[in-house]
């Protein structure tokens, strides 16, 4: 079955980083767009960052442009978010998703908190 596992948070203060890391299992991981979404508390799940099968096709939202980096090791069937740069306002459990086949799949997340 289709898993998606979520490392990497933790407790980093404003201005620090952190990489996040989705190790998949269950499909095949080089055929599928993957998505990083990150969601605070008593907010909506928001999409922070999409990549291409092969990683060539980038986009952001665009309160995390310039700051956030997302990537993808097809061969470790992985997803990183790496996150510089950190602010307060980016404190959220994230997420990685895929969606194929009609349906969709989350890991269970991972939280990260910026603050001093």
């Known amino acids: 079955q289709v898993q998606l596992v979520e490392s990497g948070g933790g407790l980093v203060q404003p201005g620090g980083s952190l990489r996040l890391s989705c190790t998949a299992s269950g499909f095949t991981f080089s055929s599928v767009v993957m998505n990083w979404y990150r969601q605070a508390a008593g907010k909506e799940r928001d999409l922070v960052a999409t990549i291409g099968r092969f990683g060539g096709i980038r986009n952001y939202a665009d309160s995390v442009k310039g700051r956030f980096t997302i990537s993808r090791d097809n061969a470790k069937n992985t997803l990183y978010l790496q996150m510089n740069s950190l602010k307060p306002e980016d404190t959220a459990v994230y997420y990685c998703?895929?969606?194929?086949?009609?349906?969709?799949?989350w890991g269970q997340g991972t939280q990260v908190t910026v603050s001093s």
């Open positions: 998703y895929v969606r194929f086949g009609g349906s969709d799949y």
